[in-house]
């Protein structure tokens, strides 16, 4: 560390003379921003070396679609309740987001093909 005597422990304790990566409050600092990116990035490559994973795919997308069946249900069950309360703005816009999945519930399968294709090569 240093050659400073030990009969000064304020000194010592100082956040000056701690390890930078044992030092949370510098480490967090704006300025270091891009090497906690840079970690962020390394992390998962270490371990992914470490494992045997040689390549990755990476897919951007959404993980709220629905099966087909389970967003027909969904529909249902919320004109149901609009029915209840036709003027109600809540139940209007759960209608309006069922039938918003239900639209792209036929996506669903698509994904599941997909993930199957790449995850069988």
């Known amino acids: 560390m240093t050659n400073l005597p030990q009969s000064d422990p304020p000194l010592l304790s100082s956040p000056a003379y701690k ?20 970690l962020e990035w390394f992390k998962p490559e270490l371990i992914q070396q470490d494992e045997g994973i040689e390549s990755t795919i990476v897919v951007f997308g959404s993980a709220r679609l629905l099966e087909p069946a389970a967003a027909k249900a969904k529909l249902l069950i919320a004109e149901e309740e609009l029915a209840t309360s036709p003027h109600d703005p809540e139940k209007k816009r759960a209608v309006a987001i069922a039938k918003n999945q239900k639209a792209y519930s036929p ?9 199957r294709l790449v995850s069988s090569s």
Request: hydrophobic letters at 35%; a negative charge.
């Open 19 to 38: 390890r930078a990566d044992s030092d949370l409050d510098f480490l967090q600092r704006d300025d270091l921003r891009a090497v906690r990116l840079q």
């Open 107 to 115: 996506y669903y399968q698509e994904a599941r093909e997909f993930g």
